[in-house]
């Protein structure tokens, strides 16, 4: 019964979900790529030295600081963005996560054939449903796999010529593979 | 009036009200009657924190929450987004033996960039002229949830793998949560890995830990572009705590026995005692020799005991709500209470006891409206009772996501503070491993104090009433409320 009873609350919510965003007038996602260019992280960059004594004044520092700021309402200006477990997946962006992690899978060369399979199928398993049959490969697909391989091999060879200087000094080490890892990134779609 | 707005106006409510009334009838009819509050009782609550700190009450969480009390700890709240990203990088460059890291996922953005340059940087060592490496590469172990990497990034380019893949080319040995011992489909889809840590070894320190509430990635380690001196400096705003201290090694071993039940192909050399794997125990040291906190590491585990699971943060926050004598003050994102918690609430009040609850507003929410209606089921008669809730409610301003109020925390009559993984849900309680980290300290709990204190001053931080539900709320919301409550459990 009380797996009878989940089952039924999740029909519900899923429901009442599709509801709530049919109603709601700024269920729109944002655009990624534009949020991407807007949003800077700390930027604390990797050929800074960072001194942990700082650091840890400074934390210390703001803990002390919480100072009374003056309560104030603001206008509400955010509609819902679902960022989590999925929960708004319809099928389609279902399947393209999959097949996006099936050739990020493909292109990665510590996974053994057994080990490939063994995700796929949870995965598959998760997004599609306990009996679902895992969605065939394209040829958009293998040649995207193609194309991370090439990448992934691009990487280790630059990382291995990063490695191989060894006079470098290592801020000027840090950063390197940080433009290295950030080109990498860029070149697999993030 | 065009179909759609006669479908939201008269269609869809009518559908979802019937379907209340049949599942509300379901529910009935197939669960017991909810527990009644317990009577004020105050003879359990404390009057001072020697209560809590006492044997009588340590040895009661010691068998409640199958953890021990660990003696003789530093602990640093880390709650600011920049802070928290410069000694993340400082932690990882800094090791040179191991980096254990244990999160919900990476985001594929900047500042996950940054933190993956830094661990390949330490996994892969500079070689001389005849490929022989000039130092060891540092072990860079990850446990991350499986399905929520792949469901992170784009929706429409689904590049969530992509920082995985990359790290797993450059030798960090990255191993996705799946539950083990589910018994139906339906665990399996549900149970999921929620633990935040990050354990190195320090030249300083011997080896410290970073816990709370913060994944890696833009959400949690990014500030607001542009911020004036008034706004909330982050994107999100979220709490962890940095330890050093014996309690470090209680984490490391539990990072090494959840990355070796994860791991198909590598497991991290280490037996079932610590003498077997010295090299990931070194003495733990402190900044202030004579600190001497003590906390406990406290978990759930769902996919424990053969499937049956092990809840001890959800056996510690009944302990401490029982306990509390003056106040409780509650920081959670997702405020969704299961029964006997929002009991203990309940009696607390009834008692005397001051709650406060700060969290998200409908648009602060990073899940979306769904989850805040969820949680605003329960403000009616809490507030009724006496609580006070506050919603965060920061402006946008430059954020491309909503500004979300993530953190996790916990303070029972400034006597004790906590922060850890565990949000106040249903997922938190049932579904999802976590970690809870109580420090009985004074001198920390007032650190935590003033932090929540500070937190309800934030501006676009505001209290609400019964007035404010009254004004709130249309028919169809209280609906939706009543609705999604009863798949509480779940959300």
Known sequence: ?190 | MNIRNSIKRFITPTVIALAVVGTQGLAYGSSPDPEKAPPADTSYRAESCSDFYSSEFQNELDSATGSVKIDGNEVVLSQYAADNLALRQQMMGDSQEFVFLYTLMLEPNDATIEQIATLIERANPPVDARGNPLRSAVEVDLVYNEIAQVLSGSILSGEGMAPITLMRNAGIKAVGYWARNYSNPFEFFVSGSHKKSLIVDSSEFGVEALVGGRNIGDAYQGVLEGAQADDYPDIWKDTDVLIHGEAVHVITEDFIKRFNIQSDDYDIPCGQTRSSCLQYYPAALKANSSSNMALRVVENEPDDNNGEGFFGINAMFDKLLKKAGKSIDIQTPYFIPQEPLLNELYAALDAGVQVRILTNSKDANDLGSPLFYASAYYFDELLERGAEIYLWDVAKKSSPIARTMHSKTLAVDSCVFGAGSFNLDGRAYNWENEYFFPVFNEEFAQVGQNMFDGDLAVKGVYEINQQWMNDSFSWYERLLMQTLALGSSLL
Request: glycine letters at 4%; hydrophobic letters at 40%; a negative charge.
């Open chain 1, 1 to 190: 019964m009380q797996v009878y009873r989940m089952v039924v609350a999740i029909a519900l919510i899923f429901g009442v979900i599709a509801f709530a965003h049919f109603v709601s007038d700024e269920a729109t996602p944002i655009d990624s790529a534009s949020a991407r260019e807007a949003w800077k992280s700390a930027q604390v960059k990797a050929d800074k030295k960072i001194d942990r004594k700082k650091i840890l004044a400074a934390i210390k520092k703001s803990n002390s600081q919480n100072d009374n700021e003056s309560e104030s309402l603001t206008t509400r200006s955010q509609g819902e963005i679902l960022r989590e477990a999925g929960r708004e997946l319809t099928l389609e962006e279902a399947l393209k996560r999959f097949r996006s992690a099936r050739n990020f899978w493909a292109a990665d060369a510590t996974l053994t054939y057994q080990a490939r399979m063994t995700r796929l199928n949870k995965l598959a398993n998760a997004l599609f449903g306990d009996d679902a049959e895992i969605p065939e490969e394209t040829d958009d697909d293998i040649a995207e796999q193609e194309r991370l391989r090439e990448v992934y091999a691009n990487f280790n060879h630059d990382l291995s010529i990063i490695n191989a200087n060894a006079g470098m000094r290592l801020e000027d080490r840090r950063s390197r593979i940080e433009e290295l890892v950030r080109k990498t990134m860029e070149a697999t779609g993030s």
